[in-house]
């Protein structure tokens, strides 16, 4: 049977235009690789193009109108004005006869008739601009008949649809594509991009992050500043809130945090408890510890941190999969271990030990089972080592991305956004990236 693939790249850009190919090739299998670029929640720019070309028809339909209202005025005067030019013509050749015979008749009637021929002859060229701007109109007439057959056939190139047909097949066509992209439960890195500075607040150390399981609608941000003595999480209802700093509510936790690498999912904040590696499950909206629990053997208080320190030693994070820890134990020299966590209970469900020193590490991020390892905290940082926990092999890789100001202290992955969430330096970024995704068809095995 014939087996098929399309290999799908998606980006969280945000283009002016609509949906786009952004390219497109083919691999030594043969399968089409192409890229998707996703746009802003606005309509596309060939809709205000063809509401300009609709506006612009029904002013020359409105002209054309005008102009019959006046050709039929026209017409009416034109006529009267050609019987008037008839009894001209008439009364002239009358009174050329009586002029020649002018002396057959009294002086005084003479004189009243060429009276009444005297106010008559202005209206001869009357008569004759009448005759002009009858033919004018009829050449106007059809120069708007013509430019009409000309805006519709340009309308009809650019598409035979309204403005609102267009529209709903755009949201359609975004449906779709969305509805496609949840189906693409994991994909690889191939590229990060950015970042985009949302905000310059706090110290140099902090997090702030989204529930990626979230409803689309709930786009709370939460903001813990410092990577120590501090208790105090801050919320804002929306993205837009934030950058104004317009907070909604502040949480008292019953625990100071270490470091910055917390996480919020499923309404939960998890992060860890200052001076020991018990991890904390804190609700949101009952504002009660849910769950807590050590994680065994791992490091903590600067034992076995990132690079840059700041009791970065056990970093929570969440994917597509589920719940994370990456930390580092004596049992494995100091090496990163990656658990996956019970969202509920905090219990290890499962480990992985990699040969990756976690103090030689900037910062991580896991997407789509995939653990992700940046060389440096500092300039020329990129993703340099790569850890899968679906085939427990790992590689080197060489993705660059820009440190535009020269210290991360957080670095994680959110899934519903598809973007990174990063701390530089008092400076809360943003990174896009792009991920690389296979798309089975029904016919392959």
């Known amino acids: 049977s014939y087996n098929s693939s399309i290999i799908l790249s998606l980006s969280l850009s945000h283009p002016k235009e609509g949906w786009q190919v952004y390219s497109s090739a083919q691999d030594p299998d ?7 670029v996703a746009p802003e929640q606005n309509l596309c720019s060939r809709d205000a193009k063809s509401r300009q070309l609709r506006q612009l028809l029904e002013k020359v339909q409105n002209m054309s109108q005008s102009i019959e209202v006046l050709n039929l005025r026209t017409q009416r005067d034109f006529q009267y004005v050609l019987k008037m030019e008839t009894q001209m013509k008439g ?3 009358k009174f050329r006869q009586i002029e020649d015979d002018r002396k057959t008749l009294m002086t005084k009637h003479f004189q009243e008739l060429k009276e009444k021929m005297d106010e008559l002859l202005p209206l001869i060229p009357v008569l004759e601009q009448y005759k002009t701007d009858a033919k004018l109109i009829t050449q106007f007439k059809e120069e708007i008949r013509n430019l009409s057959a000309v805006l519709t056939g340009i309308q009809e190139e650019i ?3 309204d403005y609102e047909e267009l529209h709903q097949r755009v949201l359609s066509l ?3 594509l969305r509805d496609c992209m949840k189906k693409l ?5 191939m590229k990060i991009t950015g970042p985009v500075t949302v905000k310059i607040s706090g110290t140099r150390f902090g997090a702030w992050m989204t529930d990626p399981l979230a409803s689309e609608k709930n786009n709370r941000v939460w903001y813990m500043d410092s990577y120590t003595n501090n208790k105090i999480v801050r919320e804002y209802k929306s993205m ?16 100071k945090w270490a470091g910055t690498n917390h996480v919020v999912y499923n309404g939960s904040l998890y992060f860890n408890k200052y001076q020991s590696n018990i991890i904390i499950k804190y609700s949101f909206d009952t504002g009660r510890v849910l769950a807590q629990r050590s994680l065994e053997y791992a490091g903590f208080h600067n034992v076995y941190p990132y ?3 700041g009791f970065s030693d056990i970093d929570l994070m969440a994917d597509e999969i589920g719940l994370w820890a990456v930390y580092a134990t004596n049992q494995n020299a100091g090496n990163i271990v990656i658990s996956q966590l019970n969202q509920d209970t905090l219990e290890v469900m499962k480990s992985w030990n990699t040969g990756y020193p976690k103090r030689s590490a900037g910062e991580s991020f896991m997407i789509c089972g995939t653990l992700y390892v940046t060389n440096s905290h500092l300039t020329g940082a990129k993703v340099y080592y790569s850890y899968s926990t679906k085939t427990s092999t790992y590689e080197y890789t060489d993705i660059p991305f820009h440190n535009q100001y020269f210290h991360i202290s957080m670095l994680d992955y959110n ?3 598809r973007a990174l969430y990063a701390w530089n330096n008092g400076h809360q970024v943003l990174f896009n990236v792009t991920l690389f995704h296979i798309i089975k068809t029904e016919d392959d095995t």
Not at 240 to 255: H, I, K, Q, W
């Open 30 to 36: 043969g399968r089409c690789i192409c890229t998707v």
């Open 91 to 93: 009364l002239k050749a």
């Open 159 to 161: 598409g035979a649809y």
């Open 174 to 176: 975004e449906t779709r």
């Open 185 to 189: 439960t994991c994909g690889k890195l």
């Open 240 to 255: 837009a809130d934030f950058v104004s700093g317009a907070e909604s509510r502040t949480y008292n936790l019953p625990f």
């Open 307 to 309: 690079t840059w320190g």
């Open 415 to 417: 899934a519903r956004d």
